[in-house]
């Protein structure tokens, strides 16, 4: 008997596969207050997920993942909760790299890294040295990252260019704007998928994120496995997108 998991994934239309698909990983705490443990451990029980949800998209040829690993608001959580999270961000690439590596999975950080410990700057600046030329998926993990800041810091640089007349006024466009993003690697994505029941964006890639399919699962995020991942892109292949067209207006409508 086929399982669910190989159900959904047989439902799946590669023309229809997104490029790329964004995760807010939420529920880790409330997954662990559940069971009467303390919050670090639903965090390391979320990485099983981190991997069950990188092997999916190799599988089925989802070609960029962006998960939501740490907001610069998370910096404010008790002191305790950061630095378990730190050390668990450090064991945790120590332990998957050889795995990412060997599936030709390319790893990008994305955030304001300087506010780092440098344990863990070494350790991601050497993943995504080591990864750089792989190509079967990349891998954005945002990392003390919030998406305000990431558009102010675009806005300086290019304020910059056009001060060292690198750039005029008029050359600043929508598509100009977002190779000042730290996504400028990636396409925006299609699809945003949230557990845990919360309805917010939580300040994640704001600007890329204008024509995304949004995704909302009570689902918290140690219990989000591939059939979940494979559901939340079944329901994103039954939508139409129409970017402000009407439905008669789309390909796949032309000829009714």
């Known amino acids: 008997m086929i399982s669910k998991t190989e159900s959904y994934k047989q439902l799946l239309v590669p023309e229809k596969m997104p490029q790329h698909v964004a995760i807010i990983m939420d529920g880790n705490g409330r997954w662990a207050k559940k069971k009467n443990r303390p919050r670090l451990f639903g965090h390391s029980q979320g990485v099983k997920s981190v991997r069950n949800v990188v092997e999916a998209s190799v599988e089925i040829g989802v070609k960029h993942l962006t998960l939501y690993a740490f907001s610069l608001e998370n910096w404010n959580r008790p002191q305790s909760e950061v630095s378990g999270l730190m050390s668990l961000m ?48 990349t891998l954005n993990i945002a990392l003390s990252y919030g998406s305000q800041w990431e558009i102010a810091e675009a806005a300086k ?7 060292q007349n690198k750039i005029s006024p008029d050359d600043i466009t929508p598509e100009s704007f977002s190779q000042y993003l730290l996504t400028s690697h990636s396409p925006d994505p299609e699809l945003l998928i949230r557990t845990s029941g919360e309805f917010r964006i939580s300040n994640f890639l704001l600007y890329q994120m204008a024509y995304t399919e949004l995704y909302f699962t009570d689902t918290l995020w140690p219990d989000f496995g591939k059939e979940a991942f494979y559901e939340a892109i079944y329901h994103f292949q039954q939508r139409e997108r129409r970017f402000g067209k009407i439905s008669e207006q789309l390909p796949s409508n032309s000829n009714q």
Not at 105 to 118: C, E, H, S
């Open 90 to 137: 450090i064991s945790t690439i120590q332990k998957e790299f050889k795995t990412l590596h060997k599936n030709n999975v390319r790893i990008k950080l994305v955030g304001n890294l300087a506010l780092l410990p440098t344990s863990v700057k070494e350790k991601v600046f050497e993943t995504e040295r080591i990864t750089q030329n792989n190509t079967a998926m």
């Open 157 to 163: 640089k290019i304020a910059i260019d056009v001060s």
